[in-house]
């Protein structure tokens, strides 16, 4: 019997262009009891915030995607909602990228593939903690 990971019933917003990304993460996401709601672009992340106020929980915000990148979306989610938590993810970016991200806010970096349990334990470890 597999170790049970830890979930929980927050919304989380799943910011990316890639579409094995989006399957793996939404279904690991639902599986572990969160609600998610996916953008497929910085400028529908955005959107999406504005239309849901206080709704969304957690952002987990690829860097690299056409459109609007993961500095400019971050900082666009941000001025919406200051306290709102964002999770960097990205596969080829180096650390010194964001680490701007980090200093102004966000509250991690993932690097891609991710892996399950991970991904688990980063979510309940930044969603548990309180300001």
Not at 23 to 33: C, R
Request: glycine residues 8%; hydrophobic residues 40%.
């Amino acid at each position: 019997m597999p170790e049970k990971l830890p979930g929980g019933n927050e919304t989380i917003l799943v910011v990316d262009d890639q579409e094995t990304v989006w399957d793996f993460l939404i279904e690991a996401l639902q599986n572990l009891g969160y609600s998610v709601i996916l953008a497929e672009n910085g400028l529908d992340a955005v959107e999406i915030c504005r239309e849901n106020p206080g709704q969304i929980d957690l952002v987990i915000l690829d860097m690299i995607m056409p459109k609007l990148g993961g500095h400019s979306t971050f900082y666009q989610i941000r001025e919406l909602d200051p306290k709102i938590k964002v999770l960097l993810s990205s596969g080829y970016v180096a650390p010194s990228a964001v680490q701007d991200l980090l200093a102004n806010g966000a509250v991690g970096f993932l690097q891609k593939p991710h892996r399950l349990r991970t991904l688990a334990e980063e979510l309940r470890k930044i969603l548990d903690k309180t300001e």
